[in-house]
């Protein structure tokens, strides 16, 4: 069967049937399960590489190598030991040994592959997915989607320009609970909605003292290092000199804002009902409690101004409380009530008197809402399509240019500069109650304070601020090079 052929292999009646077996379906119509029947047609199964397995990785495999209609035909990854586990671990799964690649590339060149299903560390999303595109891929790629804004917009037109469906690792957007969630305050039952708040309330030890440490023998840096300077390893935490803790560095990752926050971050402004990146972005923080060779923030808040709306993300790396109930989730808040989620799937819906009115809780399939999509060819089918999962990534990469722009200030003296905005100094308080929480003195405490931009959304970029749009995008080691606007 032909590569094109077994992309399209469902035929129009194949489709209807799916359509009719289709099943819960949203209060408003939506639906967020995707169980249509798996084909079990040796020639009708998609030929499904997964490129970076470490971490995340791993659960992409699980899910492809337990369906009956894909199978795990390649895995790469830069580290030979675990990509060579991987590969054990999923022959037992589904039967037949997938091949192992270090070199990417090597999975680019087959014609055969269907799907390129990617988690490796940010700064490589955006050139893995562009490249598999280009190569007549479809694409599945963890969050964030990018390691900066310009990054994001590229994957975009790569997907419309060569025709790719291209789903963002946002589950998010496929789970029946939250869905149901955003339906409630879309649909007014909270009122006007003043504030999106996204939490991300999680526990991040010191990684240990700043070194050079050896770089593993299984492990090809050049290829884990792709884009970004290559440069030693200058970690070596619980997991080791190269996996995990690249999250706490500027050159692979974004901090937890782009880690874990990303999720929180794009329910927030899916909540707002926002198409766009906002018109102004403030962010304060800084890595407090300890000192390690992580570089991000570990305690951090970005404020994104939306005109009538705000959306506020908080950042916690500190043993802290919940807030209202949720420590990784969001909180949505109107003039007649709010809406809080507690985790990917769950949440309830209160009134303006703290009394639950409603419960959200129910899962989804955000592999088979991709796969239903690479069926069917139509972008419109995604949940997370590549649009949404870059303007969501855009907010964390705004809020971190902000922060980085700073300068380091007094909480005292942060306080000061905020006042006037009544949200922006309740939250400022309940932020510096938690540093004393943990045991900091506050009058000692030096603040990185961002700077205040204006942005345009319109054109992605910032207004009177060159030094902040040369943060847009980040110098490309070759041949690692993610294609300038209009050469995708």
Known sequence: MSHVSRRRFLEDSMFAAAAAAAVAAGPMGRAWADDAPQSKSPNEKLSVAVIGVNGQGKGHLGEYSSRKDTEVTYICD???????????????????????????????????????????????????????????????????????????????????????????????????????????????????????????????????????????????????????????????????????????????????????????????????????????????????????????????????????????????????????????????????????????????????SGNKVKDFNAGGDHFGNFLKAVRSRKVEDLNADILEGHLSSALCHLGNISYRLGSQTSLQDAEKRLAGNDEAVATFQRFSRHLADNGLDLKKVELGFGKELRFDPKAEKFIDNSLADQMLTREYRAPFIVPAAGQV
């Open 78 to 352: 830069a580290d030979e030991k675990v990509g060579m586990q991987r590969v054990a671990d999923t022959a037992k799964k589904q039967g037949r040994a997938p091949k192992y690649v270090q070199d990417l590339r090597r999975v680019f060149d087959d014609k055969t592959v269907d799907v390129v299903s990617t988690a490796t560390p940010n700064h490589w999303h955006a050139l893995v997915s562009i490249w598999a595109m280009q190569a007549g891929k479809d694409v599945y790629v963890e969050k964030p989607v990018s390691h900066n804004i310009s990054e994001g917009r590229r994957m975009v037109e790569t997907a419309r320009a060569h025709k790719k469906i291209c789903q963002t690792g946002t589950q998010c957007r496929s789970m029946g609970g939250t869905i149901e969630a955003i339906d409630w305050v879309h649909g007014g039952k909270i009122g006007e909605l003043k504030v999106a708040r996204g939490l991300c309330y999680k526990t991040r030890n010191s990684i240990g003292p700043k070194g050079v440490y050896a770089v593993p023998a299984n492990v090809d840096y050049n290829l884990w290092t792709g884009p970004a300077p290559l440069k030693p390893p200058t970690r070596n935490g619980d997991r080791g000199p190269i996996h995990y803790d690249w999250h706490w560095f500027w050159d692979y990752g974004c901090g937890d804002l782009g880690n874990q926050g990303i999720h929180q971050m794009d329910i927030a402004r899916w909540g707002m009902g926002v198409d766009t990146l906002p018109t102004e972005v403030l962010s304060y923080g800084g890595r407090l409690g300890y000192q390690d060779a992580g570089e991000t923030a570990n305690t951090q808040v970005i404020i994104h101004d939306y005109g009538p709306k705000t959306l506020v993300f908080e950042v916690r790396g500190l043993k802290t409380d919940a807030l209202r109930g949720s420590k990784v989730g969001v909180i949505f808040e109107g003039s007649d009530g709010y809406v809080v989620l507690t985790d990917y799937t769950s949440g309830a819906a209160f009134d303006s």
